[in-house]
């Protein structure tokens, strides 16, 4: 989960201003957590607890209400009613990784995946972004090749994962929507060499920057087992006490280094 928010804090900066390029700092004194940490540590709790996965959303996103949400997300959390709005957005997507850390076998995960997306992103390219990640997730945790995740994820969810990040770059812009913006983010981890390097790859593309390297921050620390600790250390000082302490509870639980 630590690769998820270092990906969405090392991305925060340059969402409002694209890079086309690998080489840029990773941390600054702006960069920050934003709405993908918190939903991914809502996540984590809910699973941890055995909560109601929107009342825990609802709950975290109402405490840390300036998180940088989407406007249709951000009237969801002040609704007293927790209806979901039909959206195929990659909110649902970049707070999933949680789910792949903690349930073996397909069809469960496949199952929470889409448990957790439908309360807000019950749109159908919303429920199978969510599936996606947190299959990958899963089968990277599990000891799945690149190869055999690539096939696994682009036969299941029809998603074109035989592009590279250079062809995809030049032209790519941003995109919220799951089918926009996930499929990339797996590619971003697909080339990776190390979960810095998927971080790298995601923010490279010039999109959705903090949640797209969220993302691919996710399925690589499950693929390549830990987080460098420097990039950790980073991270750790800008979370708030609460929210660490669900992360370091969620690592002990599941193994997660």
Known sequence: MLGAIAGDIIGSVYEGRPLKTKDFPLFSEWSTFTDDTVLTVAMA??????????????????????????????????????????????????????????????????????????????????VKGAQAVALAVSMARTGSSKKDIREEISTRFAYDLDRSLEDIRPEYRFDISCQGSVPESIIAFLESVDVEDAIRNAISLGGDSD??????????????????????????RRLPEELLEVVVVFNEKYGIQ
């Open 45 to 126: 709790d809910a699973i941890l607890n055995d909560r109601d996965y929107g009342t825990t959303i609802k709950s975290y996103g109402r405490r840390y209400p300036q998180a940088g949400y989407g406007g249709s997300f951000y009237q969801w959390l002040l609704m007293e009613e927790s209806r979901p709005y039909n959206s195929w957005g990659n909110g649902s997507a970049m707070r999933v990784s949680p789910v792949g850390f903690a349930y073996g076998s397909i069809d469960k995960v496949l199952e929470e995946a889409e448990k957790s997306a439908a309360v807000t992103h019950n749109h159908p390219e919303g």
């Open 211 to 236: 949640t797209m390297a969220c993302i691919a921050g996710g399925i690589a620390q499950a693929f390549y087992g830990s987080v460098p600790e420097e990039i950790v250390t980073e991270v750790r």
